[in-house]
């Protein structure tokens, strides 16, 4: 069992910067890989970003690639997202979750574990 409580959400201007954690409960964490989703006001929830257990590989969905990036400290049991050049289209519920594979997925139902989620809010 993994419990993940999500945070640093808030409200920034386009062109700001956010950086969400997610901490994790457990001695097993070093064992998931960790996946980031958003869900925008009446849309269906959507990759953003995942990384390996390892934390060698990760990879992201197109609208992000290059101005977010995954990380993980194994150590602080803590997954993050580090979010620049922020859109208003970035506007969304983020969620983390973890997957019992090695390399994780871009499928949200292929995610075991998920955090309540956290807010991100970009105005124009």
């Known amino acids: 069992q993994v419990e993940l409580v999500e945070s640093g959400g808030g409200l920034v201007q386009a062109g700001g910067s956010l950086r969400l954690s997610c901490a994790a409960s457990?001695?097993?964490?070093?064992?998931?890989?960790m996946g980031w989703f958003r869900q925008p006001p009446g849309k269906e929830r959507e990759f953003v970003a995942a990384?390996?257990?390892?934390?060698?590989?990760?990879y992201y969905a197109d609208s992000v690639k290059g101005r977010f990036t995954i990380s993980r400290d194994n150590a602080k049991n803590t997954v993050y997202l580090q979010m620049n050049s922020l859109k208003p289209e970035d506007t969304a519920a983020y969620y983390c979750?973890?997957?019992?594979?090695?390399?994780?997925?871009?499928?949200?139902?292929?995610?075991?574990?998920w955090g309540q989620g956290t807010q991100v809010t970009v105005s124009s």
């Open positions: 979750a973890a997957d019992h594979s090695a390399y994780g997925s871009s499928w949200w139902d292929e995610y075991d574990y």
């Open positions: 990384i390996s257990w390892s934390g060698g590989n990760d």
């Open positions: 457990g001695r097993t964490f070093g064992s998931y890989a």
